[in-house]
Every structure is written in C-alpha cells, then in structure tokens.
C-alpha cells in the first residue's frame, strides 16, 4: 500500500465545484492520490462518481477548484492538455473502439498518430499488449467479432498503449454481462498489482475490498467518507454510507 503521506499526489484535486445547470454534481472536492495509489470510488446513482472521473482529464470542465497532475494545473486547451491526456488513459463504460478497424489497429492508432512511432514499434508494443490482457488471439478481427468482455480489455490495451502514468476507469464493467466482468477485473487486478495508479469508479464492491487502497464514498456530489477497505465496508463512519452499504446487501 502507499503511503500518500511521503511524496507529491500524482492527482490532486482541490475545492472542485460543478454544476449542470441548477444541480450541483461537485462539491467542494478534496482528493491526493498518490503515485502507485488505487483509490475505488463508491456510492449510488448520481453521486458524481463519474463526473469526478472525467473531471480528472478535463472531459468535463469545472466551475471552480483546481485539479493539479504532479504539481502542475491541468491545462485548459490544446496541445498541452492532449499531452496531459496521454498521461492519464482511461476506460469508459462503453468500449469506444473504432468499428472499421481490426483490434491491433485499434491499438497501434494512437502510438503511431501521438506519440510518433513507427508502424513497426507500435505493432510490437500492440501486440505486448493484447498478450499481457489475454486478447492477442484476437488481434485481427474487428470488434464486432469479439465479446463485450474481450472489446473492454482491448480498450484497457489502448489506453497502456500511450504508456499512461494513471488509469482512470470509469464504470468499466456496467456495460457487460456477468460472466464477462471477472475477465476484465482480473486485467485490473494484474494492473494494481504491478503498481499502475488508479482511480476506478465502480459498483464492483468486492473489488474495491479486494484492490483498493483507499475506499471514497460519495452521495450527493460530496465526499462523504473515504478509508481503507476493510474499514470503510466493516465499520462505515457515517449512516450516509451504512444505509448505502445496507441498501447493497439487501439486493
């Protein structure tokens, strides 16, 4: 586990603030998140999991606060911003691979198109990739020929493509049936483990017992409670997160 306390939050987020119209989906966000770090993001339907997640690389803009990537403001626009991005990938909910192009392509397009390599190198690290989250057999079809559980792992494949310093994952399993989802966690697994940063929005709950470092529960666009797993989960601080914690249980 790491230790936030000794050195420089990789992901900073201060006094964050967001508002879709007339609802307040952010409020007053406070969260470091320390290289190496797995910090699981609970709690229910529109909390704001998944705008606190997207906020992390300005998919969604904030009205206020400031989030920091090693120290640095995250940048407003441009090129700046597009290099922050390739730092930080991220997994959505939705696979979002290109339907024309075959899964080594998919995965070989940003290297050669960002990050400038060569055709041959991007295959190679394409296909390291593939193999590392157990898809490489399927390197030449298109996703449509592949299950929903193998186009999300080909989607974690793309965003290690750009050799990010964090993966952030918003709701990476929602989209899947069952037997699916322990294949694409055992990826996730095998990612925390080798010591990837991570921020993962989730309703994964023995997931997060099992992975996290850290544990923040959210309700209402707040913060409500965060801590170690078995803490939080045996013995939550606030009845926000026992009611929430109870309400799973009786499903």
């Known amino acids: 586990m790491t230790d936030a306390t000794t050195q420089q939050p990789l992901i900073e987020l201060k006094h964050v603030d967001k508002h879709f119209g007339s609802l307040h989906v952010l409020r007053d966000i406070n969260l470091s998140i320390a290289p190496g770090e797995v910090v699981v993001v609970i709690g229910p339907s529109g909390s704001g999991k998944s705008t606190l997640c997207r906020a992390i690389n300005r998919l969604e803009t904030i009205d206020s606060g400031e989030i920091l990537i090693d120290g640095e403001p995250l940048p407003q626009e441009g090129r700046e911003l597009a290099a922050m991005r390739a730092e930080l990938g991220m997994v959505f909910q939705q696979f979002n691979l290109f339907s024309h ?8 397009l940003a290297p050669t198109d960002v990050l400038g390599l060569s055709r041959e190198e991007a295959r190679t690290r394409a296909m390291d990739l593939l193999e590392r989250v ?10 449509a020929q592949i299950s929903g ?31 699916m989802i322990n294949e694409v966690l055992e990826v996730m697994i095998s990612l925390a483990r080798q010591g990837m940063t991570m921020v993962v929005v989730t309703h994964e709950m ?4 099992r992975v996290a470092d850290r544990v923040v529960f959210m309700a ?16 939550p601080q606030t009845q926000r997160a026992r009611d929430f914690l109870d309400s799973i249980k009786n499903h």
């Open 101 to 108: 192009m075959t899964v080594l392509e998919n995965v070989m």
């Open 134 to 143: 157990g898809v490489a057999e399927q390197a030449e079809k298109v996703p």
């Open 149 to 179: 559980g193998q186009q999300q792992r080909v989607a974690i494949a793309r965003a290690l493509a750009m050799h990010p310093r964090a993966m952030l994952f918003d709701e990476p399993t929602s989209a899947l049936d069952p037997e």
């Open 206 to 209: 023995n997931f997060a017992r």
């Open 220 to 235: 209402d666009g707040a913060i409500v409670e965060e801590g170690a797993p078995d803490a939080f989960f045996d013995h």
